[in-house]
């Protein structure tokens, strides 16, 4: 069965700071992977999502990700991150060619100190 | 274009009592899901829609929880009877091709 591994639950970086959240996930092959982003009373926003081809994934709001296959790793980066990027992060895998059936990670908590 | 639309955005309910939540998905999608998110944790799927048959449900609570797809279209998710352990946001999502769209999310609370 797959899973997804959010290792932080909590993470706090000051503004202007840049920025790593770890996610690593089990599945029998490469699944579809992806980054979502939930502000508080707010659904769930798509950052980026990586389906094949270059591993390194550009996102919205100056958010990108690497996809390491040999490390089963899909981390989120940021190099400066804003004090509006305070939120929860999920990242989650699909299965290919139906990746909407997501199997979500626990979330990472991202504190911006000013 | 409009987005995923759920109600009510809260609600209330005993223990035992029946609740149940409404979502309109993004028009011209044909997947709907519905997720459950409980407090501090990540989203889990309940069940899938492809336009108004049952793709899985595996995860859902089926002695309490149901789900519909009427015409293809809207979905109501009713739980019935609530448990204290229900207490979480419903998430609604829709999608064509491989990306979901979500709702805001009904918060329940069983007290």
């Known amino acids: 069965a797959q899973s997804v591994t959010q290792p932080d639950i909590h993470i706090t970086v000051s503004e202007g700071a840049s920025l790593e959240l770890r996610c690593n996930y089990s599945?029998?092959?490469?699944?579809?992977l992806f980054w979502y982003v939930q502000s508080p009373g707010q659904g769930l926003q798509l950052l980026l999502k990586?389906?094949?081809?270059?591993?390194l994934v550009q996102g919205i709001k100056g958010f990108e990700a690497e996809f390491k296959r040999s490390q089963s790793s899909f981390n989120l980066r940021k190099p400066s991150v804003h004090w509006s990027d305070a939120a929860e992060y999920f990242c989650?895998?699909?299965?290919?060619?139906?990746?909407?059936?997501?199997?979500f990670g626990g979330g990472t908590r991202l504190m911006v100190k000013p | 274009e409009a987005g995923v639309a759920q109600s009510p955005r809260y609600k209330i309910i005993e223990k035992r009592q029946s609740v149940a939540f409404w979502c309109n998905p993004i028009?011209?999608?044909?997947?709907l899901y519905w997720y459950q998110q409980i407090l501090g944790q990540g989203p889990k799927l309940l069940i899938q829609f492809q336009n108004n048959g049952v793709v899985d449900d595996s995860q859902l609570p089926k002695d309490r929880f149901s789900a519909e797809r009427l015409k293809g279209v809207d979905s109501t998710l009713k739980i019935q009877p609530a448990k204290l352990e229900d207490s979480a946001v419903y998430l609604c999502a829709s999608g064509r091709g491989t990306e979901a769209f979500f709702g805001q999310g009904t918060r329940l609370t069983v007290v």
């Open positions: 990586y389906f094949s081809g270059d591993t």
């Open positions: 028009s011209g999608h044909a997947t």
């Open positions: 989650a895998v699909g299965p290919p060619r139906a990746g909407n059936m997501l199997t």
């Open positions: 599945y029998g092959a490469t699944p579809y």
